[in-house]
């Protein structure tokens, strides 16, 4: 699972730079449902769940993914998506 920092004080040219090390984290592993799994929670002034363990089945579905995650600016909620992580990211 990746907490992702998209509040304001990141900025727009950081956050893709996040965005691209999450999309060579993931390249190393074998995406499948019976191998790895992968979960983001993005958070800035809310957290969300981008998307859970169960949603992206192979490598393609998970780039792409993460490449339409969108910078939302505002403020810096952590402890909401640690909170987010804690209580629903681990569900599935």
Known sequence: M????ASG??????FAKVKQFIKQ??????VDPQYT???LVEFSSQA???FNF???SNLTELLDAIDNINYSGGGTVTSDAIEL????????
């Open 85 to 92: 992580m804690r209580t629903q990211g681990f569900d599935q």
């Open 54 to 56: 169960n949603e992206k």
């Open 9 to 14: 004080s990141i900025g727009l040219e950081n």
């Open 2 to 5: 990746f907490v992702v920092d």
């Open 25 to 30: 984290v993931v390249m190393t592993f074998d």
């Open 48 to 50: 969300r769940i981008e």
């Open 37 to 39: 799994r992968v979960a």
